[in-house]
């Protein structure tokens, strides 16, 4: 059973920063990509960064490119998202992710779909005001 617990969502101004923290447990995901994406209300969830497992590639939206770093630690088990110059468009729901069944893969276009990731978690919130 793989859990992926995120952390350190909150309020922010805009211009402000956050960093997100995802903490996996259950399985080996060093072979793995992990990612975060976001939900903001009435919207479909939509990618927002992945690092492949051996952090030589980085993707970002484009929504996010320059503000956003993501970055993983297997030794913690961990991926964070540091968030910087946050916008009121950033606020959302973010979910952490893991892929589950594809090691080593480093394919863009699939990395940024939701249906890649094969272990969730259960969200932390990011409300940026005016």
């Known amino acids: 059973q793989v859990t992926l617990v995120e952390s350190g969502g909150g309020l922010v101004q805009t211009g402000g920063s956050l960093r997100l923290s995802c903490a996996a447990s259950g399985r080996d995901l060093r072979t793995h990509a992990l990612a975060w994406f976001r939900q903001a209300p009435g919207k479909a969830r939509e990618f927002v960064s992945a690092?492949?497992?051996?952090?030589?590639?980085?993707y970002y939206d484009d929504s996010v490119r320059g503000r956003f770093t993501i970055s993983r630690d297997d030794a913690q088990n961990t991926v964070d998202l540091k968030m910087n110059d946050l916008k009121p468009e950033d606020t959302a729901v973010y979910y952490c992710a893991a892929d589950g069944d594809n090691p080593y893969n480093r394919i863009r276009t699939d990395l940024v779909r939701p249906v890649e990731y094969d272990y969730w978690g259960q969200g932390t919130q990011v409300t940026v005001s005016s």
């Open positions: 690092v492949t497992w051996d952090s030589v590639n980085k």
